[in-house]
């Protein structure tokens, strides 16, 4: 049978143990609820919402492509109509070097799927 400040000792560790997950699950939780709610302001956010010419002065067709445009200091991915989003990303546009950052506050236009995803795996992480 165990000793009883050996039990108290175990109980202690296990208490600790528990507050430090239930903080854990607590900080990630928060920070999806806030992800979210940019997410819905992203949608009721009509600033960029305007369709523009992309650089080269050609109006992308339709929904084809997508638009890279800033949303509260992150890179966001919009689809042709410029006012689905397709993905929030994690890249801070202040990470970014300045030509592109003056793009994507214009919202840069990228036509393929291919080019989309090429761009965010050099610019992640």
């Known amino acids: 049978m165990m000793k009883p400040k050996y039990m108290i000792g175990f109980f202690s560790v296990l208490v600790i ?22 997410l819905e302001q992203s949608a009721a956010d009509t600033r960029s919402v305007e369709a ?3 650089q080269t002065g050609e109006e ?11 949303l509260q200091g992150y ?6 109509d410029r006012r689905t989003l397709y993905e929030f990303t994690e890249i ?8 592109l950052q003056h ?16 761009f965010l795996e050099n610019y992640s992480s």
Do not use: H, W
């Open 17 to 38: 143990f528990a507050a430090l997950l239930s903080a854990g699950y607590r900080m990630s939780y928060s920070r999806v609820l806030e992800k979210q709610a940019a």
């Open 52 to 54: 523009e010419t992309d």
């Open 92 to 99: 801070p546009v202040n990470d970014l070097p300045g030509e």
């Open 103 to 118: 793009e994507i506050a214009a919202g840069k236009y990228i036509s393929s799927e291919d080019e989309l995803y090429g």
């Open 60 to 70: 992308p067709e339709g929904e084809a492509g997508f638009f890279l445009c800033e």
């Open 75 to 80: 890179v966001a991915v919009y689809t042709g």
